[in-house]
């Protein structure tokens, strides 16, 4: 259970004066052991490491509900450096009480540090492991999510940024993009299901959020206490939604239109007609907005797109709408692809997170990768020439071979389809899957005795080589989207600017 989150921004540059005014400060703010840490950095690495940790004492003292000299000092707060770079509590107070979960990440001159703090579970108590114990692991740029951010909104020109955060963030994970896409002020954020808009309020999301799904009609009052936004599916939910909401309880409403997309929305203007006089007239519902998404936005095909919104325009066009209630047509492709039918908001999934969606097939867009997917060696060894590698005995060694193991498999979202994909190696060199992907680990064939603990990249950009979603994606036959949001929860998400 989460009891309580800190958030923290502070200017690199800031603290940078206040330590040279002030060279006390660096001993203020930094135990010994940080202070070693400090001084074997130089420039630019040195102040933000300073701010960094400035920061996250600051988050973490306002996630105890205290705020610093209050009961807390920085020298009761240890921040140290992990093993890939990732920050690592040691010291703190209630640290044997609690789990931490901290993410420091860098945005031009401004550090931004997020701190939640939850309850340890009793030994009865079960929750879904994350292996950090384990070398192997996730990568998350800050840097490349708000790229994509500034890049697609200054691209339409749009009004408001809906950040679609649904599949715990197309895989990226959740507790480490909400906090990033905060900081670069996108305006709400769009889940699937209502269980993950309920998962954004406790995490201590403020904005509006919108559930894109259906929504079974006898939550509503939960929705309504929750102030998340439901999709109208019929006038029959409508009707039932206002006879379950409790007497003084208000519930966000948004009505979607099906103009052929065929999955869920009103495709009749009566009935539509309808529902729209319906919200007007109970001043329980609050009209957030009416929305629409094209199936082919990000294909070659413009015909059935145009087929699309001429439907739109026929089912809307004229109706009872009021001016507050945003319409919004955009999904990524749309963004990417085409002119906004309407300003009011777009909503951003695969492009926020860097993917091209159209896999080629439309011009190119200058979106940058958020996620890399990586593992260590854990075992390296010869294996004589005639010998077989994992199961089935698909793969044989033709001659004296060293061969590799990646505690990484299937249960991770690394699919078994990615036998004969190749990797990289620190220095951008290409190396084989070899043998089949088993649930935990698989195999890549070396080109010499490499060390246990080699970095190999199986999802990234290594030396002057990358491997991309849409790579790993025509190897399994299938769309980056399902590669992505098959990323286990047990891989560790890491902040790496």
């Given at each position: 259970m989460i009891i309580g989150t800190g958030t923290d921004i502070q200017t690199i540059s800031a603290v940078a004066k206040m330590a040279d005014r002030t060279p006390r400060t660096i001993d203020a703010i930094l135990t010994e052991r940080e202070r070693e840490i400090y001084h074997q950095r130089r420039g630019k690495r040195q102040v933000a490491f300073l701010a960094g940790r400035f920061s996250v004492k600051e988050a973490y003292s306002k996630a105890l509900g205290t705020g610093i000299s209050q009961g807390?000092?920085?020298?009761?707060?240890?921040?140290?450096?992990?093993?890939?770079?990732e920050p690592v509590i040691t010291k703190a107070p209630q640290l044997d009480q609690l789990s931490v979960h901290i993410s420091i990440s860098h945005t031009g001159?401004?550090?931004?540090?997020?701190?939640?703090?939850?309850?340890?579970?009793?030994?009865?108590?079960?929750?879904?492991?994350?292996?950090y114990h384990r070398p192997a692991w996730l990568e998350i740029s800050g840097q490349a999510l708000k790229h994509n951010i500034d890049y697609i909104r200054d691209l339409t020109g749009t009004k408001r940024f809906c950040a679609v955060v649904k599949a715990n963030a197309y895989g990226h994970g959740l507790e480490q993009v909400v906090p990033m896409m905060q900081a670069a002020h996108v305006d709400q954020f769009a889940v699937a299901a209502m269980d993950e808009?309920?998962?954004?309020?406790?995490?201590?999301?403020?904005?509006?959020?919108?559930?894109?799904?259906?929504?079974?009609?006898?939550?509503?009052?939960?929705?309504?206490?929750?102030?998340?936004?439901?999709?109208?599916?019929?006038?029959?939910?409508?009707?039932?939604?206002?006879?379950?909401?409790?007497?003084?309880?208000?519930?966000?409403?948004?009505?979607p239109v099906d103009s052929g997309m065929g999955r869920i929305g009103i495709r009749d203007r009566q009935e539509l007609t309808e529902v729209i006089q319906l919200i007007n007239a109970n001043s329980n519902l609050i009209f957030d907005s009416i929305w629409t998404h094209f199936s082919t936005a990000d294909t070659t095909n413009t015909t059935y797109f145009d087929q699309q919104l001429a439907k739109w325009h026929e089912l809307v066009d004229d109706q009872a709408i009021p001016e507050t209630t945003l319409r919004h047509l955009a999904n990524s492709g749309t963004s990417l692809w085409h002119k906004l039918p309407s300003h009011d908001m777009i909503r951003v999934g695969a492009g926020m997170y860097g993917f091209d969606s159209s896999q080629g097939s439309l011009p190119q867009r200058d979106l940058h990768p958020v996620m890399q997917l990586k593992a260590e060696l854990v075992h390296v060894k010869q294996v004589p020439a005639g010998n077989s590698i994992s199961y089935g005995a698909t793969y044989t060694t033709t001659t004296d071979e060293w061969i590799g193991t990646l505690p990484i498999g299937y249960a991770d979202g690394y699919p078994r389809s990615m036998q004969g994909m190749t990797a990289l190696l620190p220095d951008g060199r290409r190396i084989e899957i070899v043998g089949r992907i088993a649930m935990d680990q698989c195999m890549v064939r070396l080109p010499e005795a490499l060390p246990v603990g080699t970095v190999v990249t199986l999802l990234g950009r290594a030396g002057d080589q990358e491997i991309t979603l849409d790579d790993l994606a025509q190897q399994a036959q299938t769309i980056p989207y399902e590669i992505a949001t098959s990323m286990a929860p047990r891989l560790p998400r890491q902040i790496v600017d």
């Open positions: 807390v000092g920085f020298q009761d707060i240890e921040v140290l450096v992990g093993e890939h770079g001159d401004l550090v931004h540090s997020l701190v939640i703090l939850e309850q340890k579970m009793s030994d009865t108590q079960t929750a879904l492991p994350v292996a808009g309920l998962w954004l309020r406790q995490f201590g999301v403020t904005e509006p959020v919108m559930v894109l799904g259906i929504t079974p009609v006898q939550y509503v009052a939960e929705l309504a206490d929750s102030q998340l936004t439901v999709p109208v599916s019929s006038v029959a939910w409508l009707k039932e939604a206002l006879r379950l909401l409790p007497r003084g309880a208000q519930l966000h409403v948004s009505v």
